[in-house]
T-cell receptor, first 115, second 112 residues
Framework: NAGVMQNPRHLVRRRGQEARLRCSPMKGHSHVYWYRQLPEEGLKFMVY????????ESGMPKERFSAEFPKEGPSILRIQQVVRGDSAAYFC?????????????FGQGTRLTVV | SQQGEEDPQALSIQEGENATMNCSYKTSINNLQWYRQNSGRGLVHLILIRSNEREKHSGRLRVTLDTSKKSSSLLITASRAADTASYFC????????????FGQGTTLQVKP
């Protein structure tokens, strides 16, 4: 059973471009979460999705950021018109129940650098 | 505001010694989870303790939870150089089903 798969592992974008980060959850997991980590800091919650539904997006910036988890295919975190402050590691996690009831499994992350 | 705060921020010990890390949080919780992160890598889940539990063991790991003090501790016994990593506590707040709130982490260095 493969773990949570994220790609790409590293992504470089120029200011103003779009960044698309992909996450395939573990087999059998329908709950997906995205977190952002700045250097030397803990992870900050961004969004919680179940298939085709956004459950909690309280950690998402109001502009430029969006997330989806379609019926088929991976979850996508999309950042439009990237700025230098978006440079960070973005982690996806998945679970078979929500995290009030079970642990989350994390991917290796996508390290976004905005130049 | 930060839900989980780990203490100490950094810890350096010799191989074979025990390492204790503490976590404090602010609101009531469903559970508290500990994760390990090796430099530049993803997080590995270590242990989950529910709000109605007081202590859990997993191999060389021992976790305690004191909900009256809103605190938890992670003990690693007989540490190894391979235990060198950052350790994070994460809380699942009561009334919330998906969000985990992470602390800043404790960086542990185990010297061979």
């Amino acid at each position: 059973n493969a773990g949570v798969m994220q790609n790409p592992r590293h992504l470089v974008r120029r200011r103003g471009q779009e960044a698309r980060l992909r996450c395939s959850p573990m087999k059998g997991h329908s709950h997906v979460y995205w977190y952002r980590q700045l250097p030397e800091e803990g992870l900050k919650f961004m969004v919680y999705l179940q298939k085709e539904n956004i459950i909690d997006e309280s950690g998402m910036p109001k502009e430029r950021f969006s997330a989806e988890f379609p019926k088929e295919g991976p979850s996508i975190l999309r950042i439009q018109q990237v700025v230098r402050g978006d440079s960070a590691a973005y982690f996806c996690a998945s679970s078979h129940l929500d995290t009030a009831n079970t642990e989350a499994f994390f991917g290796q992350g996508t390290r976004l650098t905005v130049v | 505001s930060q839900q989980g705060e780990e203490d100490p921020q950094a810890l350096s010990i010799q191989e074979g010694e025990n390492a204790t890390m503490n976590c404090s949080y602010k609101t009531s919780i469903n559970n508290l989870q500990w994760y390990r992160q090796n430099s530049g890598r993803g997080l590995v889940h270590l242990i989950l303790i529910r709000s109605n539990e007081r202590e859990k063991h997993s191999g060389r790991l021992r976790v305690t939870l004191d909900t009256s003090k809103k605190s938890s501790s992670l003990l690693i016994t007989a540490s190894r150089a391979a235990d060198t990593a950052s350790y994070f506590c994460a809380t699942s707040p009561s009334g919330n089903t998906g969000k985990l709130i992470f602390g800043q982490g404790t960086t542990l260095q185990v010297k061979p």
